[in-house]
């Protein structure tokens, strides 16, 4: 009778240790194992940015407050949207500016205004050149957004039209390596969906403490 009291008082202190271990240290614990194994997939499954440290021993130092806040999606979403309407705001005026050039050009012995035209050309040319950059970027920035909802919440997770929350908190952390030991702050996000769906923490990126 008392092995089976002691044995049922042990495996309940197994699971209190588990249960008030802190997610941040498992999640990092599992990452540094990847690192270790140089498994590849493990790690650009944990972390936006992953970073191959050469460490000898970690630390978990502190934990920072968790925070939530409004899904960035939505903010790169309707960034791209005002840079296409730009874009195709944009356009006829560009085709305006080429065709007033070209008659211009077909008017024979009235060399300022074809340079007036051409001026006026070239400048709508650059500015669109300039807003055709904005809106790449601001498509680069929507699709790196898109690739850590889908880390969180799964790649068949589609972010158009659904109503998300973002969590944030810092984590730092000490390394020791070949050249000594750093502190970095580790930058840990999930999001979630508000029908309840909770994505998986997953790491944003990591910052070394100057």
Do not use: H
């Not at 790690?43 to 992953?50: G, K, R, T």
């Not at 305006?96 to 050309?121: H, I, V």
Request: with cysteine; net charge neutral; charged share 30%.
């Amino acid at each position: 009778m008392k092995k089976f009291l002691l044995a049922g008082v042990l495996i309940l202190a197994v699971i209190f240790t588990v249960s008030c271990s802190k997610p941040e240290k498992s999640l990092l614990d599992r990452y540094f194992r990847a690192v270790q194994m140089q498994d590849n997939d493990t790690l650009s499954s944990m972390a936006v940015e992953p970073v191959s440290f050469v460490f000898t021993k970690w630390e978990l130092k502190s934990v920072g407050e968790q925070k939530a806040i409004d899904s960035d999606y939505t903010a790169f979403a309707q960034a791209y949207a005002d840079v296409e309407k730009e874009l195709n705001e944009l356009k006829p005026k560009v085709l305006d500016s080429n065709d007033a050039y070209e008659a211009a050009k077909a008017k024979k012995g009235n060399a300022a205004a074809l340079a007036e035209a051409e001026k006026s050309r070239e400048t709508m040319i650059g500015q669109y050149k300039e807003v055709q950059q904005r809106l790449q970027k601001a498509k680069d920035d929507l699709e790196n957004v898109k690739v850590v909802i889908k880390k969180s919440l799964g790649e068949q997770t589609e972010p158009e039209g659904i109503s998300l929350k973002k969590e944030e908190k810092t984590v730092v952390i000490n390394i020791v390596g070949p050249t000594g030991a750093k502190d970095y702050n580790v930058i840990l996000c999930r999001y979630n969906i508000e029908n309840g769906q909770m994505g998986r923490w997953i790491i944003e990126k990591f910052e070394e403490i100057k």
